[in-house]
């Protein structure tokens, strides 16, 4: 363990040492002699988080990051009530109750209520999910494509490359919001459609939202948007992949395997894309804040969910009209989650930046050793 | 000498490379026959072709390159196929199986990301020569061990950067040997290594020669090398073959103003000089190649003809061509 030896440590680096440990033995329980074998691996993963822990802004952002990820995984599972409890049905004293408050029934609402009687605690706690949903989606779906015409445009080059590039070129010509609303008010009706001769289709989509079957009709908009988005989202991932890729094909063991009868596909997925696949990674992250970002725009402009899903965006949008009699926490609370959350992949993904590019990590390290001496 | 049973025939090979300011002429009409078992050198200085011809010989050729027109008669047990006719996926075929490559730099010819038993059993899986990746692996280990890697069950396992230079030349050998070729071309695969390795990897050439009866064609601009590692050697200068003959008759009774020159620039050490000669002028620039013989502005028996057309390869002895107009009448 010679990185033992030669680092400084801090808390932080002990946590991180543990948690990986954990991890190792996890992996170790199910393939034995896994950690062995990849010892040199594991090595860099721990001198990758003794880097990440040195910036104080990407421990920040992996922590709204990671609490972010978790409140939208878990969240609606702890949420105290339903996003579509409306209580204000069974006592009208549900109704704007500020945050810390008690109902008539004498419960607390953390978070307060909106003027449903909605308990904001687990809207917001609804809508994370959504949001993580919207981005998974957008990331799963999206970045292939992106990523994909990239490499073929960079690889092949000449011809093919010239026309991927322009009809990129066409779609980032057009102002992302803009682009995005013209697709997310038109595809609806078809995507209505699809959902109703495909019902597997939508019940998987009911229990990723974690949505009221009867809101089954709703799922529609919320689709659309996540379209939309891909549809304005690629060109981005095509042009950065499709640079990494002009300058990654130049390496001679590019030419090496070419030589040693590797097809192109081969050569683009095995020995192209692994070594491009740092910098798709820190766009990746700073990426899925702007796609929650967009999300809740659109959402705001009434485009995305419709109520009553929960959807930061909706929530900040429907609130906002209270705002001026002083039902501050509608719009407000929300609108900080996202902050926090966009903020928090911004944060992680410049962080992320330093620690995966090689250059700027050695001289983390570099500095690290001095210190001891 | 031995009768000559052809392997591969370069014939007539011209390629040009487009770039922005103008065609270059790299290949001007090489012709050259390789002898199975045998190793074949290409010696010039740098920017004659030598690396070009090598990899135009599967239809290698970067960008922008062109193979303008010529054959490559690549002799298989079952017939002569012409390699340049061939469509990608047969040709792909052969690359690596066939006819393998060794890189000049070995550090930049292995892919960081992977060890180097996995880029040895890639190879082996690519060419079905092994069907699984579990077998390919086991086998990666008996590669290794027939370049004479040290402790090959635990260099399996390592990545690039783990290893030293030489080891990784000898696993770039090893990739190139996997699939057990027939002709190996190893482009200067000693020139990033200090001399005792070099000295190591030529061992280990000249060893896996013998034992599996390879073709070696060798490209290098050392002449202490050729000397030592050769059978045949062709000496090339802007885009042409100027001489080419057994490495006795090339070095011993050499005929081309340009190989003389060559081979009077290499130290001897058993004569005592003050300096050593230049051959004066540089290399002419190929997209407005001089007309004629390529080498006469810089040659010392220049004649009126050598301006005007370019000398033919003529066999002067048995097995010893050579393109000036001072033999050839």
């Known amino acids: 363990m010679s990185a033992e030896e030669v680092y400084e440590k801090k808390l932080l680096d002990h946590l991180s040492d543990f948690f990986l440990k954990g991890i190792v033995k996890i992996i170790d329980s199910i393939r034995p002699g896994w950690s062995v074998r990849n010892k040199s691996k594991i090595d860099e993963w721990r001198l990758m988080f003794y880097a990440l822990n040195r910036s104080p802004t990407g421990i920040v952002g992996l922590i709204l990051v990671a609490s972010f990820i978790l409140i939208g995984i878990f969240g609606p599972l702890v949420a105290p009530y339903s996003y579509n409890d409306l209580l204000v049905f069974k006592n009208t004293h549900y109704r704007f109750i500020p945050p810390g408050g008690r109902g008539p029934g004498g419960e607390i609402f953390l978070l307060g209520t909106d003027d449903y009687g909605r308990d904001m605690l687990s809207l917001v706690l609804y809508g994370a999910r959504t949001s993580l949903v919207v981005a998974l989606l957008v990331i799963i779906l999206g970045a292939p494509i992106g990523i994909i015409l990239g490499l073929i445009s960079g690889y092949y080059g000449g011809k093919i490359d010239e026309l991927i590039m322009r009809i990129t070129d066409i779609f980032l010509a057009f102002p992302g919001l803009i682009l995005a609303i013209a697709f997310a008010a038109t595809l609806p009706d078809r995507i209505r459609g699809l959902l109703e001769t495909n019902p597997w289709l939508q019940n998987i989509m009911l229990s990723l939202f974690s949505l009221d079957p009867a809101d089954a009709p709703r799922l529609a908009n919320l689709l659309s948007v996540i379209i939309a988005i891909i549809i304005v989202w690629w060109p981005g991932y095509t042009r950065i992949v499709r640079g990494s890729t002009l300058s990654a094909r130049e390496n001679v063991y590019v030419e090496a395997a070419k030589a040693m009868g590797m097809g192109s596909w081969g050569i683009m997925i095995k020995h192209i894309f692994p070594n491009i696949l740092a910098p798709i990674l820190v766009i990746l992250t700073l990426d899925v804040g702007s796609v929650i970002l967009l999300e809740a725009g659109l959402s705001y402009l009434g485009i995305g969910a419709q109520p009553p899903i929960a959807d930061w965006g909706r929530i900040v949008y429907d609130g906002s009209r209270w705002l001026i009699r002083g039902y501050w926490w509608l719009s407000l609370l929300p609108g900080i989650f996202i902050l926090l959350t966009v903020l928090g992949f911004n944060l992680l993904g410049d962080a992320l930046r330093d620690v995966l590019d090689p250059k700027a990590r050695r001289s983390i390290e570099f500095k690290l050793k001095k210190k001891k001496r | ?329």
């Open chain 2, 1 to 329: 000498m031995e009768i000559c049973k052809p392997i591969l025939e370069v014939k007539d090979l011209y390629v040009n490379f487009y770039t922005y300011a103008g065609i270059v002429k790299a290949i001007d009409g090489v012709t050259f026959t390789v002898c199975e078992g045998e190793t074949f050198c290409l010696v010039g200085e740098t920017g004659c072709g030598k690396t070009v011809t090598s990899r135009a010989i599967t239809k290698l050729v970067p960008e922008p390159g062109r193979i303008e027109k010529g054959e490559i008669i690549y002799h298989t047990p079952y017939g002569k196929i012409n390699l340049l006719e061939l469509p990608e996926d047969k040709l792909r075929e052969i690359r690596g199986k066939e006819i393998a490559y060794i890189f000049q730099d070995p550090a930049a010819a292995l892919d960081p990301l992977y060890t180097i038993g996995y880029q040895i059993a890639e190879t082996m899986v690519e060419h079905k020569t092994v069907p699984k990746w579990k077998e390919a692996f086991i086998k990666a280990i008996d590669v290794l061990r027939s370049v004479l890697m040290p402790d090959p069950e635990k260099r399996v396992k390592a990545y690039p950067h783990e290893l030293s230079g030489g080891m990784k030349q000898r696993s770039v050998i090893g990739i190139g040997l996997s699939n057990q070729p027939r002709i190996i071309i190893a482009d200067e695969p000693t020139s990033y290594l200090d001399v005792t390795i070099q000295a190591q990897i030529m061992d280990l050439l000249r060893k896996l020669k013998n034992e599996k009866r390879l073709t070696i064609i060798l490209i290098t601009h050392n002449m202490g090398l050729v000397a030592e590692m050769c059978d045949r050697v062709a000496v090339m200068y802007a885009g042409n073959i100027v001489e080419l003959g057994t490495v006795e008759q090339v070095f011993k009774n050499p005929l081309h103003p340009y190989t003389k020159g060559l081979l009077r620039a290499v130290p001897n050490p058993l004569t005592k000089i003050e300096r050593l000669e230049a051959i004066p002028g540089t290399v002419p620039n190929l997209i407005y190649p001089p007309p004629g013989c390529r080498f006469h502005p810089r040659c010392s028996y220049t004649m009126d003809i050598c301006k005007r057309e370019k000398p033919r390869l003529v066999e002067i002895e048995p097995g010893h061509h050579v393109a000036c107009w001072l033999y050839s009448r």
